[in-house]
Structure formats: structure tokens, C-alpha cells
């Protein structure tokens, strides 16, 4: 295949989810929360010469006329936009243009998921597979299959191609430093694809992805997507983070950074501080459970013998916003699992607390043990927030369903929610030497007015989000647009919530449920 192809490169659209921030983002300028990362790396790895084209369905239409302009439609997709992804490979396949499809989603259920009608099925990590792959469609002969039980070096990835999209619709720009986590929870299938050794970019990689970012005039937020940006901590503190931090006097903090980490962070004030005057101000950490005898069970051993309220408030102290990731459907969740939660979360004053039903995402270890046990359901849809869960738990299936939305409602009611901002702001210290560098741009001006309208007016809730803003003016002025962002993404919640609480387990469910816990034939 000698000739130049036409590539298009789509990402599926997201499901309205929590995760998905939808209703916050109404507040902004912006349109999606992330771009596609897989997608602008795996651009990057095609030949140069070769014409590409991307587009976020979540930001733009994918039409007919952009698949026909393709030779070959490159997919990339997470299990929770699996529908979108087959609607798109089903438009592809009606309009005789050969899908090339990658990423989480076909990577960990290709055997699970009938794929057949997908050309080319690139898996695992694109440095070892996507190669021979293009090799083969040079010559003609590509396969239908290309995987890899090995993990690539990933010093040698390239720098993701940021300039085939508008960084400016995006509430939050995406980079990478590590692959692999060295923990092995039970739920959790990130070994599954990027295995337990923490693979690293190099200091200067990490500076060259912040210069692409900087250079195509964009200024906020940096979502770098780790799934434990903590997992190699002495190369962080010697090599890394001295490195990020020069970079931004130099460039007089242009960005505020999130990511991942796990919560024994708390457990090295020098890395704390490091990470602070790096710019970094938001951490998402998985807590699960307040319930010892459910991290027990999944194997989260660095939040066990812990007390995880004191250690948020460690975190806020020390200028980090915590994002909490909780869980409720273990086996060793005990009926006051419920009030445990919604007391932890309020305690804690984590605002942003995404709280999940347990899901058994294709082969994981939690996934392994409950097939073996015959307890695994069909057709689950990869979020676990929707208010469904792959698997029959334990508990009773309508006490826990109902559980859960008791959760929802009570964290997401403007009065606790409101009084959870109070509670972070008492601990919140931020660092005022990098915070007095970022500038207050015009999109934040325009949503702080844009709010005043729909949450201070149109709002039945309004009484509370006017408490928020007089407090904040009278206790931490500087803090203003952080309290109306957190407002709007109570509202986001509270949107989203209202699709999932009439849900109701049917009794076909209830019937099988029983006759599996008690060892019987289906």
C-alpha cells in the first residue's frame, strides 16, 4: 500500500454521568470535560504523511461524509461508551469504510463481546501492537488481531498530537507520566492493561507535553490521567517535580494540575509540598469504604489501619482539593454500610465524592472469582454510577440499590452538599505563592455571572448557594470562584441524580439472585 491514507481518528460519546460533568460545563465555555489522550498519541504514531482527522463526539457530529472521506476510521473507546462505540462501527460498516478499534474497552472484552464486526482489533498498549500492525496493512495482509502480553518502554511515546483538536472546548487538558500501578485491588483492571510496575516518562518528555500544551495558547487546568502518578515517589521528588516546578516560575504558572494518587501520600510531607509548588491543587483518591472488613476483602491494604477522615484533612491542609472515589456492594458490606459512607463523606468535607456501586470489570481478579461462583451478569454497561452492577451481590439486591440512592440523595441535597464546602474550606490551605500567580481569565468571570443567574435566581435551592457566596466573601474572598465552581457541580450531581433514583430491581433479578446464593441450578 504504497499511497498516503486518509485516517480519521473518533472518540464515542460519553453517557450523561456523573463522571461526564455535563451540567457543571453549562457554566463554561467549554464542551467536553477531557480530549481523547489515546486518540492524539495514537495520531502520533501514524505516519507523518499520512492526512488525519479527529473527532470527539462529545464535542462535535460525527456525519457520514467525514467516514466517507476515510480509508481507515480509528476507534478508541472505555467500557462505559460501549453503545456509542458499536453505533459507530455500525455506520462504518454501512458505508464500506474498515474500522481499525483500540483502547479499554476492546482490550479487556474482546473475548467477553462479540467484535466481529470490527476490521481490526489493535490491543493492549499501541507501542507493541500498532507497529506490525501498519507493517502488515503496507504489505496488504493485515490480521484481524494484535495483541501483547508485554509492556512497552514508554520513554519512546510520542508527543500526542494537541494540535489536531481545540484545546480550549476541553474543561481540562490530559497528559500522561506513568502506566502501571504497583497495588492489586481486586475491582480494579488497571494491571489487567498497563500491569504493576510503574512505567515512567522521562523529565524531559514531561516538559515537552507541558511546552505543546503552553504552546498552543492554552492556560488552566492539567489533568495528568495516572492511575497513581505517586507509584515511583523518589523519582517524583529528584527528578520530576524540581523540574515541573522550574518550569512554572519560568513560565509564571500558566496551569493548576489534578491527578491520581493513593491516599499514603499523606504519609510524605516532602512529597506534599513538592507536588504543592508544582501547581498541583486536586487529587482524586480512591477511599472505597470506611468499612475495614470491605478493604480487607479487595485488597486496598494502603487505606487499612488508617484513619482516612484525618488523612483527607492532612491532604486539604496541605493545599489539595480530595476528589473521593467510593464503593458500596462488597460482600463485607454490613447493612450500616450506607450511613457509614454518607457520615465519612460529610466528615471529610470531600465535596466532589463519586460514589459507585461495585462493578467486576472484564478480567480482574474480583471478575475471575465471581464467575467462578456463577454470579456474574450480563450487559453491564461500565459505569458504575448509573445505579446497575454486573454481578449478584450479597446483600440483598433491592436493599442495596436502595442504599445507594439513599447515599446519592443525601450528599447531593444542597444542604449537605453546601455545608461539605463549609467543612473543606475550614481545612483548605491552599499555596498562596502559586495561587497568587494564576490569573482569573474572562470564560471564569463569565461563569461566575452565569451562575448568579442559575443558581442564584432560577435556582429553588438558591438560599443555599447565596449562604456559600456571602461566607466565602466574608471568610475567603480568594476563594470565590472555587466555591462556584463547586456549586455548579452540585447542581451537575443533583441533574444527574434525578435519571437514576426511580430506577427499581425487577423481580426476575430478585428470583435469580436468591437461587444463586443458595447454590442452586439457574
Known amino acids: 500500500m504504497e499511497r498516503n491514507l486518509k485516517i480519521l481518528l473518533v472518540y464515542p460519546q460519553y453517557p450523561d454521568t456523573f463522571w461526564s460533568f455535563k451540567y ?19 495520531a502520533a504514531m501514524l505516519p507523518k504523511e ?70 481490526y482489533l489493535v490491543l493492549n498498549e ?43 472546548k476541553y474543561a481540562s487538558i490530559t497528559i500522561q507520566y506513568s502506566r502501571g500501578c504497583p497495588y492489586n485491588c481486586e475491582f480494579c483492571d488497571i494491571i489487567i492493561l498497563d500491569g504493576h510496575k510503574p512505567r515512567t516518562k522521562s523529565r524531559d518528555q514531561m516538559l515537552a507535553e507541558l511546552d505543546a500544551i503552553y504552546n498552543q495558547g492554552y492556560r488552566g487546568s492539567v489533568f495528568i490521567v495516572d492511575d497513581n502518578f505517586i507509584g515511583n515517589k523518589k523519582k517524583l521528588k529528584t527528578d520530576i ?27 510524605d510531607v516532602e512529597l506534599m509540598l513538592l507536588m504543592s509548588d508544582a501547581g498541583f491543587n486536586r487529587l482524586f483518591v480512591g477511599i472505597e469504604s470506611p468499612n475495614e472488613e470491605s ?3 479487595c485488597n486496598k491494604f494502603t487505606n487499612k489501619n488508617r484513619d482516612l477522615v484525618a488523612s483527607v484533612k492532612k491532604l486539604q491542609n496541605y493545599g489539595f482539593e480530595v476528589m473521593g472515589g467510593f464503593i458500596v456492594g462488597f460482600d463485607s458490606d454490613p447493612i450500616s454500610i450506607f450511613k457509614s ?8 468535607g470531600i465535596v466532589t465524592a463519586m460514589v459507585g456501586l461495585l462493578n467486576a470489570p472484564a478480567e480482574t481478579r474480583l471478575w475471575r472469582r465471581l464467575e467462578k461462583e456463577n454470579r456474574i451478569l450480563p450487559d453491564a454497561t461500565g459505569d458504575n454510577t448509573d445505579g446497575t452492577t454486573n454481578f449478584i451481590p450479597k446483600m440483598n439486591f433491592e436493599v442495596l440499590i436502595n442504599g445507594y440512592k439513599h447515599i446519592l440523595h443525601t450528599i447531593y441535597a444542597p444542604k449537605q452538599y453546601y455545608e461539605r464546602i463549609q467543612t473543606f474550606f475550614k481545612e483548605y490551605k491552599p499555596n498562596e505563592k502559586v495561587g497568587s500567580k494564576f490569573k482569573l481569565e474572562a470564560y471564569l468571570i463569565k461563569g461566575l455571572i452565569k451562575s448568579v443567574f442559575i443558581l442564584g435566581i432560577k435556582d429553588k ?36 441524580f434525578e435519571k437514576i433514583k426511580d430506577i427499581k430491581v425487577d423481580n426476575a433479578l430478585l428470583a435469580r439472585q436468591l437461587k444463586v446464593l443458595k447454590g442452586e441450578q439457574l
Open 24 to 42: 457543571a460545563l453549562k457554566f463554561t465555555p467549554r464542551k467536553a470535560l477531557n480530549p481523547p489522550l489515546g486518540v492524539l498519541t495514537i
Open 50 to 119: 499520512w492526512e488525519k482527522k479527529v473527532i470527539d463526539m462529545n464535542i462535535t457530529r460525527l456525519t457520514d461524509e467525514d467516514i466517507k472521506w476515510a480509508d481507515y476510521v480509528f476507534l478508541s473507546a472505555m467500557v462505559v461508551q460501549k453503545k456509542s462505540a458499536r453505533e459507530v462501527a455500525n455506520r462504518c460498516k454501512k458505508l464500506n469504510t474498515k474500522v481499525v478499534a483500540g483502547g479499554p474497552l476492546f482490550t479487556t472484552a474482546y473475548k467477553i463481546f462479540d467484535f466481529n464486526d470490527i476490521d
Open 126 to 168: 499501541a507501542e507493541i501492537t500498532l507497529p506490525p500492525f501498519l507493517e502488515d496493512l503496507k504489505k496488504g495482509c493485515p490480521k484481524h488481531v494484535y495483541t501483547t502480553n508485554e509492556h512497552p518502554d514508554i520513554t519512546k511515546t510520542p508527543i500526542p498530537l494537541y494540535s489536531l483538536i481545540d484545546l480550549n
Open 241 to 267: 517535580l524540581p523540574a515541573m516546578i522550574q518550569w512554572m516560575e519560568e513560565k509564571e504558572y500558566p496551569f493548576r494540575f489534578l491527578t491520581e494518587a493513593s491516599i499514603n501520600l499523606v504519609d
Open 295 to 297: 478493604l480487607i476483602e
Open 341 to 348: 459512607q454518607i457520615n465519612f463523606i460529610q466528615r471529610s
Open 461 to 496: 435551592f438558591r438560599v443555599y448557594y447565596w449562604k456559600l457566596v456571602i461566607s466565602t466573601l466574608l471568610k475567603y474572598p480568594q476563594r470565590l470562584s472555587l466555591a462556584i465552581s463547586l456549586a455548579a457541580q452540585g447542581f451537575h450531581f443533583r441533574k444527574v
